[in-house]
């Protein structure tokens, strides 16, 4: 897939199934361009993407669906809340005449239906697309930064939102650049970085396959600078860093290193009072990912 | 009625109306002009009708409301909305073009009929009610075209009004054929004869009902390139 010279995906192989999928990736990663192409919004130039089998962007019956949140701030802004979700709905010949409503009320957008949406602020857009989205019962989700401007509350609304749906077999796509949200967002998680396919798989497990980079395992400890001497004489440990009370030891073996551990504390005459692993988030296997 | 009830709503915000009605008022104005001209009413009408009328006020209107129903949607990221539903491309197009040509036909049609009266021309009353709304219909579709077809489609579609139409079509019988400007004159130039129409007719284009006709093959062919040519767009916003 390019535009230009410039090419946004390549090589890029990977599938989506019911549940919430988290999309990874820095900007400019292709991630937006990822979600336009499965929703059939941009053509490929060369490859293929299936939805339920078929092709979206030629397969209009596909639309049925797929819905997709942007996210960009594009909405029709002479329009309110309440109509451009029953825009949506008349377009996908959506018979429930209380489903829009219902949708707004699943955003919290009821009280504002008959605002205009140009006058909304960036989370009450996102919200309005989303309720949009909803709308048409799709089968396959795809929201871009959908958090996008939501305050504390909205968030937690919305992310019960999206696990409800895909506890219910719908198939949630959500990117974010905001990872510790996506690690409660979804459990599986894809990367992209710069256009190719870095890593797919639980966020546990793609941290697990980067076993030739060290883990780090904070410990807290009174003695911390006795036990800092006695790890460092061990083989699988690669690194020491002592800050006051705690270190950071860095170990290519971190199963092995678990084992150790608690002997070599009892060898320095260390109290054990936390010991942590601080790599097991999903910023720090994006940003190893990364690098 | 989905795609027309949001081309109506939500395609035509108040600036672009302001942008509608003005030359609305200024073909009223070159109605009155008729009036002060120092030579016979129907002679000075004729005139106006060929360089303001249609030379003028029914292209930027109908660009105005044609760039208004599908590329400014376009342009803003908001056509998304539209394209990503199950609803044919067809559909779109054609409900885009209605809703467009809906807003000429009380706008730009009215504004040309009053001018017709006000000019103190009414016995081609019909004849600028005919020709006013069968223009504007093919013209919408011509902008509609270029709105799925160019990036930068007013540009395109002054273009195509001020040197494929007027400077080109002057000279180019051939142009003047698929021209909405020359036809539309043509509608009028046929339709209304005992009303100094005689003064409009250009030889070699057809005129009267048979440019209805030329003018309603134009809106076909331009329907049909939309909606193949939505089946290739990119229809994302400007940030791509």
């Given at each position: 897939m390019w535009f230009g010279h410039k090419v946004a995906l390549t090589e890029l192989s990977c599938s989506f199934g019911p549940g919430v999928t988290g999309l990874l990736g820095p900007n400019g990663a292709g991630k937006t361009t990822l979600m336009r192409a499965i929703t059939g919004l941009l053509p490929l130039n060369d490859g293929i993407v299936r939805v339920l089998g078929r092709d979206p962007h030629r397969d209009r019956d596909v639309q049925r669906a797929v819905a997709l949140v942007p996210e960009d701030e594009a909405v029709p802004p002479a329009l309110t809340a309440r109509r451009l979700v029953r825009y949506t709905a008349a377009l996908h010949r959506v018979d429930d005449a209380t489903l829009p409503e219902r949708c707004l009320a699943a955003v919290g957008l009821t009280d504002v239906a008959d605002r205009k949406v140009g006058g909304f602020s960036k989370g009450m857009r996102q919200r309005a697309k989303i309720?949009?989205?909803?709308?048409?019962?799709?089968?396959?989700?795809?929201?871009?930064?959908?958090?996008?401007g939501a305050d504390p509350v909205q968030r937690v609304a919305l992310i019960d939102l999206f696990h409800a749906l895909g506890d219910q077999g719908h198939t949630v796509i959500v990117s974010s650049h905001v990872l510790h949200e996506v690690e409660r967002l979804a459990s599986r998680q894809i990367v992209v970085i710069r256009g190719r396919l870095a890593a797919a798989g639980e966020h546990h497990a793609i941290r697990d396959g980067l076993a030739e980079r060290p883990r780090?395992?904070?410990?807290?400890?009174?003695q911390a600078r006795a036990l800092a001497a006695r790890l460092v004489g061990l083989d699988v440990v690669r690194g020491v860093t002592v800050d006051g009370h705690s270190l950071v030891v860095s170990s290519l073996r971190a199963g092995e290193l678990a084992e150790l551990l608690p002997r070599a504390a009892r060898d320095a005459g260390a109290r054990l009072v936390e010991v942590r692993p601080l790599d097991d988030s999903l910023e720090s296997v994006f940003r190893e990912l990364l690098q | 009625m989905a795609v027309l009830g949001y081309t109506l709503r939500a395609c035509l915000p108040a600036r672009r109306w302001w942008g509608v009605l003005l030359p609305c008022l200024g073909a009223v104005l070159f109605g009155w002009l008729t009036?002060?001209?120092?030579?016979?009413?129907?002679?000075?009408?004729?005139?106006?009708?060929?360089?303001g009328l249609f030379g003028l006020v029914m292209p930027l209107t109908c660009l105005v409301i044609g760039d208004a129903v599908l590329a400014a949607d376009r342009r803003a990221g908001t056509f998304a909305f539209t394209w990503l539903s199950p609803v044919s491309f067809a559909t779109i197009v054609v409900g885009r073009w209605l809703g467009g040509w809906i807003v000429a036909l009380v706008t730009v049609v009215p504004a040309l009929v009053l001018a017709t009266v006000v000019a103190g021309v009414p016995e081609g009353l019909v004849a600028m009610a005919v020709a006013a709304g069968a223009g504007s219909a093919a013209y919408i579709a011509l902008f509609v075209m270029l709105g799925v077809t160019t990036r930068r489609s007013a540009v395109w579609a002054l273009a195509v009004v001020f040197l494929g139409e007027r400077l080109l079509g002057e000279a180019l019988s051939g142009i003047a054929q698929v021209s909405p400007m020359w036809e539309a004159q043509q509608v009028y130039a046929g339709l209304a004869d005992d009303a100094g129409g005689w003064r409009l007719v250009r030889d070699g284009t057809p005129q009267g009902w048979a440019a209805v006709a030329r003018l309603t093959t134009i809106v076909i062919v331009t329907l049909a390139v939309s909606t193949w040519r939505l089946g290739h767009l990119r229809p994302t916003g400007g940030d791509e």
């Amino acid at each position: 897939m390019w535009f230009g010279h410039k090419v946004a995906l390549t090589e890029l192989s990977c599938s989506f199934g019911p549940g919430v999928t988290g999309l990874l990736g820095p900007n400019g990663a292709g991630k937006t361009t990822l979600m336009r192409a499965i929703t059939g919004l941009l053509p490929l130039n060369d490859g293929i993407v299936r939805v339920l089998g078929r092709d979206p962007h030629r397969d209009r019956d596909v639309q049925r669906a797929v819905a997709l949140v942007p996210e960009d701030e594009a909405v029709p802004p002479a329009l309110t809340a309440r109509r451009l979700v029953r825009y949506t709905a008349a377009l996908h010949r959506v018979d429930d005449a209380t489903l829009p409503e219902r949708c707004l009320a699943a955003v919290g957008l009821t009280d504002v239906a008959d605002r205009k949406v140009g006058g909304f602020s960036k989370g009450m857009r996102q919200r309005a697309k989303i309720a949009a989205a909803l709308v048409t019962r799709p089968q396959v989700l795809v929201l871009d930064e959908p958090l996008n401007g939501a305050d504390p509350v909205q968030r937690v609304a919305l992310i019960d939102l999206f696990h409800a749906l895909g506890d219910q077999g719908h198939t949630v796509i959500v990117s974010s650049h905001v990872l510790h949200e996506v690690e409660r967002l979804a459990s599986r998680q894809i990367v992209v970085i710069r256009g190719r396919l870095a890593a797919a798989g639980e966020h546990h497990a793609i941290r697990d396959g980067l076993a030739e980079r060290p883990r780090s395992v904070m410990v807290r400890t009174p003695q911390a600078r006795a036990l800092a001497a006695r790890l460092v004489g061990l083989d699988v440990v690669r690194g020491v860093t002592v800050d006051g009370h705690s270190l950071v030891v860095s170990s290519l073996r971190a199963g092995e290193l678990a084992e150790l551990l608690p002997r070599a504390a009892r060898d320095a005459g260390a109290r054990l009072v936390e010991v942590r692993p601080l790599d097991d988030s999903l910023e720090s296997v994006f940003r190893e990912l990364l690098q | 009625m989905a795609v027309l009830g949001y081309t109506l709503r939500a395609c035509l915000p108040a600036r672009r109306w302001w942008g509608v009605l003005l030359p609305c008022l200024g073909a009223v104005l070159f109605g009155w002009l008729t009036t002060v001209a120092d030579t016979t009413t129907q002679r000075a009408f004729a005139f106006v009708a060929e360089q303001g009328l249609f030379g003028l006020v029914m292209p930027l209107t109908c660009l105005v409301i044609g760039d208004a129903v599908l590329a400014a949607d376009r342009r803003a990221g908001t056509f998304a909305f539209t394209w990503l539903s199950p609803v044919s491309f067809a559909t779109i197009v054609v409900g885009r073009w209605l809703g467009g040509w809906i807003v000429a036909l009380v706008t730009v049609v009215p504004a040309l009929v009053l001018a017709t009266v006000v000019a103190g021309v009414p016995e081609g009353l019909v004849a600028m009610a005919v020709a006013a709304g069968a223009g504007s219909a093919a013209y919408i579709a011509l902008f509609v075209m270029l709105g799925v077809t160019t990036r930068r489609s007013a540009v395109w579609a002054l273009a195509v009004v001020f040197l494929g139409e007027r400077l080109l079509g002057e000279a180019l019988s051939g142009i003047a054929q698929v021209s909405p400007m020359w036809e539309a004159q043509q509608v009028y130039a046929g339709l209304a004869d005992d009303a100094g129409g005689w003064r409009l007719v250009r030889d070699g284009t057809p005129q009267g009902w048979a440019a209805v006709a030329r003018l309603t093959t134009i809106v076909i062919v331009t329907l049909a390139v939309s909606t193949w040519r939505l089946g290739h767009l990119r229809p994302t916003g400007g940030d791509e």
